[in-house]
C-alpha cells in the first residue's frame, strides 16, 4: 500500500468513526424525544378515553414500542449478547400481550384463580 | 510498505474503541449485573401477575383506582425517568470518547433528575394521603403501594450507585479504556426505568 492510499484509508476510517459518534447522538437524542412523546399521549389517554378494548391495545402497543426503544437504544443490547438481547426483548412483547389478554379474560383468570 | 491498523471495539470497557458499539456480541458491563437485573424483572413480574389477578377478582376497584390517583405526578415521574435514562446514556457515549468531565455532568443529571422521581413521590404519597388512599383503602390501592414503593426503592439505590459512578470518574478508575463497571450501572439504571414503563400505564392509564 502506498503512503498515499495508507492517507485515504486512515481518513476514511476517521470519517466513519465520527458520522458514527454523530449518528449515535442523533439516535439518543431521537429516542428521548420519541419517548417523550409517547408518554405524553399515554397521560392523555388516562386524563380522556373511557376504558375500551381499543385503548388497552393501543397502550398495550406503547409498552412494546417503549420498552423496545429503551432496551435497543439507551441500553444499546441492539449488537449485544444474543440471549440477554433476547430475554429483554421477549419481556417487552409477554407482559405487554398479557395485559392484553387479562382484559379480554378476566372472567376465566377470576375463575380459575378462585379457591372455592 | 507502511501498513493501516485500526483498533476496532472497546469490548465492554476493556481495550481500545474506533466504533460503537463497545458491545458488540457481548454482555454490557458484567455478568454479575445482569443477574441482578433478571431477578429484579422477576419480581416484577411476580407484581404484574398479581396485578393481572386481583383485577380480575376486583374489576369495580380497579375500574376506579386510577381515577382519584395523581396522574399528573405520574406523568411526571416518567418524564423524569425516561430523562435520566437518556442522560445516562449520554454518559456512556461521553466516557467513551475520553470526555469524563462532560460523562461526569450527564451523570449529574441522571442523579438529580432521579431525586427529581423520589420528590415527585413523595408529593404524590401526600397527595393520596389528603384525599384518604391508603394501602388498605382497597386491593387496587394495595398494589398501588406495593408496587410503587417497591420501585421507589429501586430508585434509590440506583441512585447511589450512579453516585458511586461519577466519583469513580473523578478518581479516573472509569475512563475511556476501563467503564465495564460504569456500562453494569448503566444497565440497572435502564432497568429501573424499564420497570417503571410498565408500572404507569397498569396503575395510571389502563381501567
Known sequence: MSDSQADK????AVNTQENSQRKRWHK???TWGILMVVTLLNALVAETADPHLLITFVICLSIAYKGR????????LYNANQTIRSFMRSYFYVFPVLIFLADVFSAQIAWFTTIS | MSTVTTEVFYLNGRGAVAQEPESL???????AVWVGIFAELTEFAMFFIIYFIAKAHYP???DQG?????????TLNTVALISSSYFVAKAMFAIRNDRPQASARWLWGALLAGLAYLAIKTWEYQWNVDL???SDTNSFYTLYYYMTFNHLLHVGWASGTLLWAIYQIKKQVYTAENHSGMMAIACYWHMVDLAWIIIFPLLYVLR
Open chain 1, 9 to 12: 484509508a486512515i481518513a476514511q
Open chain 2, 60 to 62: 369495580q376497584e380497579f
Open chain 2, 25 to 31: 456480541k457481548r454482555i454490557p458491563g458484567n455478568r
Open chain 1, 69 to 76: 426503544l429503551v432496551i435497543d437504544n439507551f441500553m444499546e
Open chain 2, 132 to 134: 384518604g388512599i391508603h
Open chain 1, 28 to 30: 439518543l437524542d431521537l
Open chain 2, 66 to 74: 386510577p381515577l382519584k390517583l395523581n396522574t399528573l405526578a405520574g
